[in-house]
């Protein structure tokens, strides 16, 4: 995962010659410099690439790295969990872990069911905690964290399957945990940026729950080579291109899976009928074209949606937001979304 190697380190299924894009070498003086500073604590310890590391040990260092920090306290957190389901609804021996984080305790306040990221591979309660703690505490919403099955082991639509199951049970119970069941929105960073779209879009063709507004903060879209800035950002930081295509093969249970609007949202005949959306993208993202793409067809089916591009922060800086002013002013907008929703 370094910072800077320019073409050192180009994907070798990049034909590409370069002459197309600027590097991210070439743009380093751009990033801002808390996030950099904040990217060079993590590359200081030398970690390879997530593809590189493979499944076990990329989660082991994801959760020994990226689950401490700096979180706001939160007036009461539940862990419990929900019978979860087959692909045909039937009642399934797995559970679905969820941690509930209650700004008032006592007090029925709006929901946001949140998807962490970790490339459908990675990703705990715990990675996401932080973000998790500051947007009960600033939204007033009571934040619903899911950890739903991961790949390879489970690959789509398992953990698609488990998201939508922990949505439609805070529809019919939400009332249990102090949750407005009529008040849910959704959430998720990277591939819980996916998760949260396509609950979104299963909600509507399928008469789910009423979904008031979706928060995608750098999503996957697209299970895709073709956007610019895979290109771009190919080097990182943080994320590489290498690491979004290892993630699709990982995820997908064969390539007719890419044009599944369930695993590419971006791919969905339609938009249209689509919950308001928030959608936050980075300019050192590899990502970063798949976020904004999504933003532009929403729009152009009527839905509202704002997209706040933060041209100088990496992948992932959201999770930063304790030693980076730019990422907590972006959450600040992002729980103002939620609080002002209704």
Not at 131 to 138: E, T
Not at 173 to 183: H, K, N, T
Not at 202 to 210: C, I, K, L, Q, V
């Amino acid at each position: 995962m370094a910072l800077f190697d320019g073409d050192s380190r180009r994907d070798p299924e990049d034909d590409s010659n370069g002459s197309s894009a600027i590097g991210v070498a070439d743009r380093a003086a751009d990033l801002d410099p808390k996030a950099h500073a904040a990217v060079a604590e993590v590359e200081r310890l030398g970690l390879p690439e997530w593809s590189a590391l493979g499944v076990e040990s990329a989660r082991q260092v994801e959760d020994e790295v990226f689950s401490a920090g700096d979180a706001p306290e939160v007036a009461r957190v539940t862990n419990f969990a929900i019978d979860g389901e087959s692909g045909d609804g039937a009642a399934s021996a797995h559970e679905i872990p969820l941690r509930i984080y209650h700004p008032e305790p006592g007090e029925t306040r709006p929901a946001l069911v949140f998807f962490h990221g970790g490339l459908w591979a990675m990703g705990t309660l715990d990675s996401i905690d932080g973000v998790c703690r500051r947007l009960a505490v600033r939204s007033g919403r009571v934040v619903v964290s899911v950890d739903y099955r991961l790949a390879p082991e489970h690959p789509f639509p398992a953990g698609l399957d488990d998201c939508v199951r922990a949505v439609e049970w805070l529809a019919e119970r939400g009332a249990s945990v102090g949750a407005d069941p009529d008040r849910v929105a959704v959430a998720g960073t990277s591939a819980g940026g996916n998760l949260a779209a396509a609950v979104s879009l299963h909600a509507r063709e399928f008469d789910g729950p009423t979904i008031e507004r979706q928060v995608l903060l750098y999503p996957m879209t697209d299970c895709s080579a073709d956007h610019d800035s895979l290109r771009e950002n190919a080097d990182g930081p943080l994320l590489t291109r290498r690491d979004v295509l290892w993630a699709h093969d990982t995820y997908l249970r064969n390539p007719v899976d890419r044009y599944n609007p369930f695993a590419a949202p971006l791919r969905a005949d339609s938009h249209a009928d689509l919950p308001p959306a928030h959608v936050v993208t980075a300019g050192f993202d590899p990502l970063r074209d798949e976020g904004a793409a999504y933003a532009s067809v929403l729009d152009a089916a009527g839905v509202e949606a704002v997209h706040d591009h933060e041209a100088a922060m990496p992948h992932g800086f959201l999770s930063l937001a304790a030693d980076v002013d730019a990422a907590d002013a972006a959450l600040d907008r992002v729980a103002d979304a939620l609080e002002n929703e209704g």
